[in-house]
C-alpha cells in the first residue's frame, strides 16, 4: 500500500483506524431499559447528552439500544 499523500491524510488515516481504546463488557444488556434510568445516566454526561461510542467503549449493537432507550425515557419523563 503506498503512503498518503499529505501529514494530514496521513494524521486522519490513522485516527480512522485505531483501535477502541477499552471494551465495556460489564453492563447487563438486559438491563438496558428505559425503566432503568440510573443505569441509562451512565452513558450520558453531566449537560444529559448522550456520550460516544468512542468513549464508552461499548459494542455498536448495544449503543444503538442505549441510544434508543436514552430517547424512550426521556419521552416518558423518567430522564433529563
Do not use: C
Request: net charge positive.
Amino acid at each position: 500500500m503506498s503512503e498518503p499523500k499529505t501529514v494530514e491524510r496521513r494524521i486522519a488515516f490513522r485516527k480512522a483506524n485505531r483501535t477502541m481504546p477499552r471494551r465495556r463488557l460489564d453492563i447487563p444488556v438486559d438491563k438496558v431499559t428505559y425503566t432503568h434510568p440510573e443505569i441509562l445516566s451512565k452513558f450520558t454526561s453531566d449537560t444529559g447528552k448522550i456520550l460516544p461510542r468512542r468513549v464508552t467503549g461499548v459494542s455498536a449493537k448495544l449503543h444503538r439500544k442505549i441510544t434508543r432507550e436514552i430517547k424512550r425515557a426521556r419521552a416518558v419523563n423518567l430522564m433529563q
